[in-house]
């Protein structure tokens, strides 16, 4: 395929310039002679591949230059029918990022095969790369899955599709289609691919199979190798261009979801579809971001380890060094854990993949911010979960904060009432307690109608208490995001943020711009109790992406002060894999009971 021509409108415009060819090459001193001549002389960096039988190359530089190379490959016959892939794109993020991917000087090396498939593992039969699997365009690929997913097939025939990727690779991306099956080796490097292709042939045997990976050269050989495997494997076929060819034929995504990672300082492309398949190896949330280059201490292999959750100088157990048991010993002892005092809970993270702490021996205690209540304050909140505060403290110190909205004294004097927390008994007219026996109360957002205020003293009302106050409170966010930050610069780092009722509104809504706020409010997961939802209207269910713990009354009634469906439709509006919903029938509080406090413990355990 031709490179684009809509390429060169801006002569100083960066690219990527993907490509590969099987064929024998005659003289390879004469083809090394010429990509080093070539690429040095239009300051071309990156990576290229010389074997007995091909060319892989992945280089960057100004478009024109990698223009200027197609035309110069193109003059040598070997080239023939080559799908040059050329992409315009920002330059290198950052230099550790240009490193890490090789496009930070060129490198031109001669090698034993463009892809480790044959020298890493002893196969019973060399597969053949004129015995590879037909070549599907992207239109004709995505035809045969339409089909399939328009038909319910019983046939033994049946299309199956198999990811000849690396494990990373597609934990951020895949193809997805009804009725289809698509297998994935999960491997950590392709020289892995023949083993699994052996110990799961029967798998495919007398199927349509169709293979795919991020440009092609991958599928080449290995289609080449299951067909070498004779009857029953004829039908073997492979995605020509592979997933960067599709996806410009579908720019939409097509039936392929998520991001094709790429080798190169891009280090993902997506479609027009924003979905996101990936998700933190520590805390669960939607993450598909490989930019940090967060690598497994054990094999190297990339792993997914969101912002929130990145500390420098943690260690990380991939998941298949997990599932082999590889640094399960070294990860509790890191941390001080005992394993059977963990053996009962069901962690939603296994030990195995939780961060070790900068070496640290001993198990670091989660900080958590908790924000009060309407009409409360630090002490006070800190009296009413003090018992919270007991059954945690071996894995949570709790921090307590005033609001910044203060509020005006209210009196009501009808029969025998409790003033704002004040432990008085007042009579029918009775004049209410001097100020300075009772504490300040505060709040994080207040109604539109009120103003600071420096009033000393009492305000009567004769209004009875209204349960749904709290949806008049909508203002005050920013003064009340303004303290936060303030709070987290001078007293932080937190790892969690507790919010209970109107401190739960207040913590959803920084949650909601979790991202935004990073470097300035970070935490790795929030406890909204008895929580509500104000100004998250044009907030889509499942979107907000935080950690989340979220506990209220069980059903109608139970909270008599704050809706059952008011709690529920603000934990609808968290993403769904990394949030959990506690519903208890003890009222307007944080239960510590069993089973409520062990669920809270279990929670706490991802982060630790």
Same mark, same amino acid.
């Given at each position: 395929?031709?490179?684009?021509?809509?390429?060169?409108?801006?002569?100083?415009?960066?690219?990527?310039?993907?490509?590969?060819k099987y064929a024998q090459i005659p003289?390879?001193?004469?083809?090394?002679?010429?990509?080093?001549?070539?690429?040095?002389?239009?300051?071309?960096?990156?990576?290229?591949?010389?074997?007995?039988?091909?060319?892989?190359?992945?280089?960057?530089?100004?478009?024109?230059?990698?223009?200027?190379?197609?035309?110069?490959?193109?003059?040598?016959?070997?080239?023939?029918?080559?799908?040059?892939?050329?992409?315009?794109?920002?330059?290198?993020?950052?230099?550790?990022?240009?490193?890490?991917?090789?496009?930070?000087?060129?490198?031109?090396?001669?090698?034993?095969?463009?892809?480790?498939?044959?020298?890493?593992?002893?196969?019973?039969?060399?597969?053949?790369?004129?015995?590879?699997?037909?070549?599907?365009?992207?239109?004709?690929?995505?035809?045969?899955?339409?089909?399939?997913?328009?038909?319910?097939?019983?046939?033994?025939?049946?299309?199956?599709?198999?990811?000849?990727?690396?494990?990373?690779?597609?934990?951020?991306?895949?193809?997805?289609?009804?009725?289809v099956d698509t297998l994935d080796p999960?491997?950590?490097?392709?020289?892995?691919?023949?083993?699994?292709?052996?110990?799961?042939?029967?798998?495919?045997?007398?199927?349509?199979?169709?293979?795919?990976?991020?440009?092609?050269?991958?599928?080449?050989?290995?289609?080449?190798?299951?067909?070498?495997?004779?009857?029953?494997?004829?039908?073997?076929?492979?995605?020509?261009?592979?997933?960067?060819?599709?996806?410009?034929?579908?720019?939409?995504?097509?039936?392929?979801?998520?991001?094709?990672? &790429? $080798?190169?300082?891009?280090?993902?492309?997506?479609?027009?579809?924003?979905?996101?398949? +990936? %998700?933190?190896?520590?805390? /669960? *949330?939607?993450?598909?971001?490989?930019?940090?280059?967060?690598?497994?201490?054990?094999?190297?292999?990339?792993?997914?380890?969101?912002?929130?959750?990145?500390?420098?100088?943690?260690?990380?157990?991939?998941?298949?060094?997990?599932?082999?048991?590889?640094?399960?010993?070294?990860?509790?002892?890191?941390?001080?854990?005992?394993?059977?005092?963990?053996?009962?809970?069901?962690?939603?993270?296994?030990?195995?993949?939780?961060?070790?702490?900068?070496?640290?021996?001993?198990?670091?205690?989660?900080?958590?911010?908790?924000?009060?209540?309407?009409?409360?304050?630090?002490?006070?909140?800190?009296?009413?979960?003090?018992?919270?505060?007991?059954?945690?403290?071996?894995?949570?110190?709790? &921090? $307590?904060?005033?609001?910044?909205?203060?509020?005006?004294?209210?009196?009501?004097?009808? +029969? %025998?009432?409790?003033?704002? /927390? *004040?432990?008085?008994?007042?009579?029918?007219?009775?004049?209410?307690?001097?100020?300075?026996?009772?504490?300040?109360?505060?709040?994080?957002?207040?109604?539109?109608?009120?103003?600071?205020?420096?009033?000393?003293?009492?305000?009567?009302?004769?209004r009875p208490f209204d349960p749904l106050?709290?949806?008049?409170?909508?203002?005050?966010?920013?003064?009340?995001?303004?303290?936060?930050?303030?709070?987290?610069?001078?007293?932080?780092?937190?790892?969690?943020?507790?919010?209970?009722?109107?401190?739960?509104?207040?913590?959803?809504?920084?949650?909601?711009?979790?991202?935004?706020?990073?470097?300035?409010?970070?935490?790795?997961?929030?406890?909204?109790?008895?929580?509500?939802?104000?100004?998250?209207?044009?907030?889509?269910?499942?979107?907000?992406?935080?950690?989340?713990?979220?506990?209220?009354?069980?059903?109608?009634?139970?909270?008599?002060?704050?809706?059952?469906?008011?709690?529920?439709?603000?934990?609808?509006?968290?993403?769904?894999?990394?949030?959990?919903?506690?519903?208890?029938?003890?009222?307007?509080?944080?239960?510590?009971?069993?089973?409520?406090?062990?669920?809270?413990?279990?929670?706490?355990?991802?982060?630790?």
């Amino acid at each position: 395929m031709e490179a684009n021509n809509n390429k060169t409108q801006n002569p100083e415009q960066y690219g990527v310039l993907l490509y590969y060819k099987y064929a024998q090459i005659p003289n390879l001193d004469s083809l090394l002679a010429f990509y080093e001549s070539n690429c040095n002389s239009l300051s071309l960096l990156g990576r290229v591949r010389l074997a007995p039988d091909g060319v892989n190359a992945t280089l960057g530089g100004l478009l024109t230059s990698l223009e200027k190379h197609i035309a110069a490959v193109k003059l040598n016959d070997l080239f023939d029918g080559t799908d040059f892939k050329l992409a315009s794109c920002q330059q290198p993020l950052n230099d550790a990022v240009a490193r890490e991917c090789g496009f930070a000087s060129l490198s031109i090396r001669a090698v034993k095969e463009l892809v480790s498939l044959i020298s890493c593992y002893p196969l019973s039969t060399t597969p053949q790369i004129s015995d590879a699997g037909k070549h599907l365009s992207a239109d004709e690929f995505h035809s045969l899955l339409q089909a399939a997913k328009e038909q319910h097939s019983t046939d033994d025939k049946k299309l199956v599709l198999v990811d000849a990727r690396n494990l990373y690779e597609t934990r951020i991306g895949k193809f997805h289609t009804p009725n289809v099956d698509t297998l994935d080796p999960e491997i950590r490097q392709y020289s892995d691919l023949p083993s699994w292709i052996d110990n799961n042939s029967e798998q495919l045997r007398g199927k349509n199979v169709l293979m795919y990976c991020t440009g092609g050269i991958r599928c080449e050989m290995a289609s080449a190798y299951l067909r070498s495997k004779g009857a029953g494997f004829e039908n073997v076929f492979q995605l020509y261009g592979g997933i960067q060819r599709y996806l410009e034929q579908f720019p939409d995504g097509g039936f392929f979801q998520g991001k094709n990672f &790429v $080798f190169d300082h891009r280090i993902s492309v997506g479609s027009t579809d924003e979905i996101v398949i +990936g %998700s933190c190896l520590l805390c /669960g *949330c939607s993450f598909d971001d490989y930019s940090p280059r967060c690598r497994c201490t054990h094999c190297r292999m990339l792993v997914l380890v969101c912002n929130v959750c990145q500390i420098k100088g943690d260690q990380y157990v991939c998941e298949l060094c997990q599932r082999h048991g590889k640094g399960t010993e070294s990860m509790l002892c890191s941390i001080n854990v005992n394993p059977q005092d963990v053996a009962g809970i069901e962690l939603k993270v296994p030990l195995d993949q939780m961060p070790q702490r900068n070496g640290n021996v001993n198990r670091k205690k989660l900080r958590i911010l908790c924000l009060h209540g309407f009409r409360q304050n630090a002490s006070s909140f800190k009296g009413r979960t003090s018992s919270l505060a007991k059954k945690l403290k071996q894995i949570a110190e709790l &921090v $307590f904060i005033n609001a910044p909205h203060e509020l005006q004294f209210i009196y009501q004097p009808s +029969g %025998s009432e409790s003033i704002n /927390g *004040c432990n008085s008994t007042l009579l029918q007219h009775n004049p209410p307690p001097p100020i300075e026996t009772c504490k300040k109360k505060f709040a994080w957002l207040v109604a539109p109608s009120s103003s600071p205020t420096d009033e000393t003293d009492w305000k009567t009302t004769d209004r009875p208490f209204d349960p749904l106050q709290y949806l008049d409170q909508t203002e005050g966010f920013d003064q009340s995001l303004t303290f936060l930050k303030k709070v987290f610069s001078e007293e932080g780092p937190f790892d969690g943020i507790l919010g209970f009722s109107q401190g739960a509104a207040m913590a959803a809504l920084v949650c909601a711009q979790r991202e935004k706020l990073h470097g300035e409010v970070d935490f790795r997961f929030a406890i909204l109790c008895s929580g509500f939802a104000v100004k998250l209207n044009k907030v889509k269910k499942g979107s907000i992406n935080c950690p989340s713990l979220h506990i209220f009354g069980s059903e109608p009634g139970k909270d008599r002060q704050i809706a059952n469906n008011a709690s529920r439709e603000l934990a609808s509006l968290f993403e769904d894999g990394c949030s959990v919903v506690i519903e208890h029938d003890s009222g307007h509080i944080v239960p510590t009971r069993s089973p409520y406090i062990d669920e809270i413990k279990e929670f706490l355990q991802r982060f630790l």
